[in-house]
């Protein structure tokens, strides 16, 4: 089966710009992730999407990020304006299913850097 | 406040050598505990690990979960210069429905030829 997909796979950007992530989860899964991970650090997650509605939004800094998952399936992760805190690998993840155990599923991640 | 905690935080051993990377954890509704591999992309999916003293294994690699005791162990033996990774540990908090994977810091395991 296809894996998680996210584009760009680096991205440069100064402080203030906006950026914006896409992800297509493998097909057929209903759980979308989307996980910060700062160098030397775990991923923390930003935000769940369950099908087409959110999940868990609790630590997601919704001043500057917002996301999307318009159709249940791709995802879009936003942050405008950047911070430099925000340089990071933005990594999205899928799962089967909800309530049932299943692991995750993890993309190649997008790699920001904030000048 | 929910935590997962992986020791040691990195470590060096040689080609042949066996390891065992730590991961405790305090949640408030554990459901399971992942393991995964991360390179230098995408962190891959080693085992998970729902009920206390059963041993997963695949290869070279196995690993146990004590609920008592809140912790795994994740055993690598003959390691290889391919095992080089950070090892991610992850547990699942289902407190208010959330079903939410908590992460550790990892642990950097370099081995040396």
């Known amino acids: 089966e296809a894996g998680v997909a996210q584009s760009p796979r680096y991205k440069i950007i100064e402080k203030r710009q906006s950026v914006a992530f896409w992800c297509n989860p493998i097909?057929?899964?209903?759980?979308l992730y989307w996980y910060q991970q700062i160098l030397g650090q775990g991923p923390k997650l930003l935000i769940q999407f369950q099908n087409n509605g959110v999940v868990d939004d609790s630590q997601l800094p919704k001043d500057r990020f917002s996301a999307e998952r318009l159709k249940g399936v791709d995802s879009t992760l936003k942050i405008q304006p950047a911070k430099l805190e925000d340089s990071a690998v933005y990594l999205c993840?899928?799962?089967?299913?909800?309530?049932?155990?299943?692991?995750?599923?993890f993309g190649n991640g997008t790699r920001l850097t904030v000048t | 406040e929910d935590k997962v905690v992986q020791s040691p935080l990195s470590l060096v051993v040689h080609e042949g050598d066996t390891v065992t990377l730590n991961c405790s954890y305090e949640v408030t509704n554990f459901r399971s505990l992942l393991w995964y591999k991360q390179e230098k992309k995408a962190p891959t999916f080693l085992f998970m690990l729902?009920?206390?003293?059963i041993e997963k294994k695949s290869g070279r690699l196995s690993s146990i979960l004590d609920k008592k005791e809140l912790f795994s162990i994740l055993n690598i033996t003959a390691t290889q210069t391919g095992d080089s990774a950070v090892y991610l540990c992850?547990?699942?908090?289902?407190?208010?429905?959330?079903?939410?994977?908590?992460f550790g810091t990892g642990t950097r395991l370099k081995v040396l030829a």
């Open positions: 992850a547990v699942e908090d289902t407190t208010s429905g959330t079903y939410k994977y908590i």
């Open positions: 097909s057929g899964h209903a759980t």
């Open positions: 993840a899928s799962s089967l299913l909800f309530r049932g155990i299943s692991p995750l599923h």
């Open positions: 729902t009920s206390s003293g």
